[in-house]
Each structure stands twice: as C-alpha cells, then as structure tokens.
C-alpha cells in the first residue's frame, strides 16, 4: 500500500488509465480542429467527438446524441441551464424553484436571476438531506418555469428522488434540470424514464479529465429551446460555441464508456468499501454519527461527526489521508457549509464532520488503514478534551450508581 491515500474522490477523481491511453493520440497526431470541414485531420476528430457524444448519450440513456452539449464543466453547464432557460422561457413566467444543498454554480445562478428580478424558492432538506416532493408541489405556481433539484450530493451523498420530482414535472408543464454530477456513472441515470429536461455532469468525478463536461437538453417531447451563453464560431449547433476540446471530449466519453460498462460492479465495490469504513470505525469509537441518508446515498460517501474533536485538527493528524472537513469552509470564516447548516446540524458536530470520498482505485488495505489512524487520532484528540472526560465520568458515574441501585432493589 502506498502513502498518500487519496479518499477525497467527491473533489476530483484520478483519471483512468484506459481514459488517458484513448486521449493521448488526440494531442499528438490526430491534433485536427473538429470544426475544419474541408481536410483529414477535422473529420477525424469530428468522428471521434461523435463517438464521444454517443458514449455520453448512452451512459444516461438520451435518446439521440444531438441532445448532448460540450461544456467546460458542470459549473458551466448549470450555468448554461438555469440562465440559458430563463433568457428563453423568461416570458412564460419569472419563478425557478431550487433546493438549498444545491451545489453554489446552481445557487449562485439562481441568485444572479434574483438580481435580475426573477423569484427563486429554496426547498429546505430534510436532516437526511432529502428534498420533499410534495413540499415542491406548493412550492409550483402558474409563474414557475423551471426547477433545478440535484440528482445527488456532493458533501452528504444523499440521492434526491429524481424519478417524482420528474413526474411532478411532466404533470405541471414545467421543465426539469439536474446537477447529476455526482451521480452520473455512480447510480443508474436514465433521463427518460425520470422525466429530465436539462442533466449537467463532468468527466472530472467519473476517472475523466478536468475541464470538460456536458449539458443534456431534451430534444423531443417537449423540444426545449435554450439560449447560448457563450456566443461566436457557432459549434454545438450554435448554442454553445468555442473550438471542441477534443482530448477532453474523447476522454469524457471513454469515462462514460467504462462507467457505464462497471457501474453495477464498480458500485457494489465501492459500497462495500464505504460500509467497511463505517463499521471499522463505529465499532471503535463512540460519539461518532453518519450524516445524510442511511441507505438513498452515493455508494462512495460516508459523512461523519467525530463529538468533541475539531474536524480541522483531526485533518491535521491524518496528513497521509486526503478527506475533507465536512465544514468544507467556502470562506476563511470556517463557517459551516450551506450543506451542513440545511440539514440543520449542530454547529458544534459541522466543525466535527469528515467527508470520506470512495472511489473506483481505493482499496480494502486502505479503508483498514484510514480506519486505524481514524480511531488512533480521535482517540488522542478526546484524550486531550476536558469536555470528552468531563462526559465520560459523568456517564461512569451514571452508570456506577445505575448499578449500585439495581445491587439494592
Ligand atoms: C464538482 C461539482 C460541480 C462542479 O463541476 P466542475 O466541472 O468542477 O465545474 C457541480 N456540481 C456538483 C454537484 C459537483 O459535485
């Protein structure tokens, strides 16, 4: 086994090697514009970009590869959604209904439409993290023309149930988009039979490289129109325009490929792993709890609060194992995540919370690892924690006198 042990595969994944090997040709001699028309070198990286959408199509089930855009990645292609529809659709109503654990390229945009006069509902998460659908049925007015729920998340893992939010949807007329990003190629995601419009995904969590991702936009049943962002040389059929990254796009779509191709196995792998950390480390220590949904969660995310250790200090004694504080401090402040704060967690066990991220290259050797330093570090952070001892004599009082009680009756 080696050290650093990366387990922090929400943030980014390793790129695949198969993935790698499939990219490289397209940075040496197959370096052609995908938009020359006239010449060898454009054709062939034109076919391989159509070889690359129809691996995409096929991973989330689209029923034609014209529905797939080229992005630069899943903030873009939130972006690209929510403004993109509100630009084309903004006459038919000005109210977007979203959730408040969304990822911030979906906050932030929807923000930006408040500034421009639009209203915004932000759904509230159950402590599990779930969106309730029928809470987002009253939310729905004659004004509402989109709504953005993840498919899902990023800090907690917990899985939004994607299918009825689609078919309240479908029954309101209203058009449908997910942040699938850390979905896609984890969990099956099929856009028709869960009634999604617009999906946005990136190679970079699913073994791809970094900087390219897709948008999804529904063609047919309803045909969504969707205005560009970024306007010029007119590629991806005039609404996302900018020279193709080929590499990046043939590297998406052989990610899809083996995503798709290993999403059962890759899954129950992963899933195993993740159950292994967790009972590795419940079984040794107490005050320890798991955020977001016991079972409707990404196979790779286990989220814990370790009671009465400071989750930076613990990071501090783990340098040899990539994870995250689950504060996941967007700021210099060390404020809880909006995450963390949504599901209403206690400040006290946000700044105690670690985000474990499994994936597709961890190992069993690994979690047995990250569990041992786990329960070594906490058990010495407590050791110095005038409040864990002051708990644990208390409860050894408690407990003595509990005894003594039962001894007399
Ligand atoms: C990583 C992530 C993004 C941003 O993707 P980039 O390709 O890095 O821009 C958006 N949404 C979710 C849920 C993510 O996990």
Redesign the pocket.
Known sequence: MKLPIYMDN?ATTQVDSRVLETMLPFFTEKFGNASSRNHLFGWESEAAVDTARQQVARLIHAASPHEIIFTS????S?NFAIKGIVDAYGQNGNHIVTCAIE?K?VLDSCKAMEKKGYQVTYLPVSPNGLVDVERLRQAITNKTILISI?AAN?EIGTIEPVREIGRLAKERGILFHT?A??AVGKIPINVEDMGIDLL?L?A??IYGPKGV?VLYVRSSKPRIKINPLIEGGGQERGIRSGTLNVPGIVGLGKACEIAQQELMSDGERVMGLSERLKTGILSQLDEVSVNGHLSQRLPGNMHLSFAFVEGESLLMGLKEIAVSTGSACTSASLEPSHVLRAIGLEEHLAHSSIRFGLGRFNTEEEVDYTVRRVVEEVCRLRGLSPLYRAKKTKVGRQETSNKLQESVS
Do not use: F, L, P, W
């Open positions: 929400h990645g899943a903030t873009e939130d990822h390229a993840m990023n942040d990003t850390q946005s990136t970079h969590k991702g």
